[in-house]
């Protein structure tokens, strides 16, 4: 997400699991830079491999490092065309999901770690009609479950 106020390229990623709709967010303080690769292998590492396997980016400068992804944690990276949003449909509906907490005008820098767990958990607490009114938290959990089952 990107942001009129934002110092320099500070801007949001937005993570969503495609199937249960679990989203992460990480405040991302410059585009042009590694840690959010770094980031998103440190966040992503401790879930199971099937629930990593892959994650597809649009064309943004901040995922040039993508390759690290594979050899951090063994994600396979995508990337969708130029100018097709829709290819990573969930992302686009969380981000506007995400505007009622974070408008245009938001001062990303400002933004705590805190502040950005609790629209986190805000976000996977909500019932979505998709998930049978399950919150994306349950049915990643109960995904979890299922995968851990022999």
Known sequence: MIFE?????AN?????ERKT??????RNNDRKSRPLMNRLIHEMSPLPAEARRSITFDRGLEFVAWRELETGMG???WFCDPQAPWQK?????MNRRLRRYLPRDTAVLQLTP???RMMCQ???ATPRKCLG??????????????LEEP
């Open 89 to 93: 449909g969930s992302v686009e509906n």
């Open 21 to 26: 709709r679990y989203t992460v967010l990480l």
């Open 5 to 9: 106020r934002a110092q320099g390229d």
């Open 122 to 124: 805000r976000l996977n």
């Open 75 to 77: 994600t396979r990276a």
């Open 133 to 146: 009114y399950r919150t994306s938290t349950e049915a990643f959990r109960d995904e979890l479950i299922r």
């Open 114 to 116: 805190r502040s950005m």
């Open 12 to 16: 949001v990623a937005t993570l969503v």
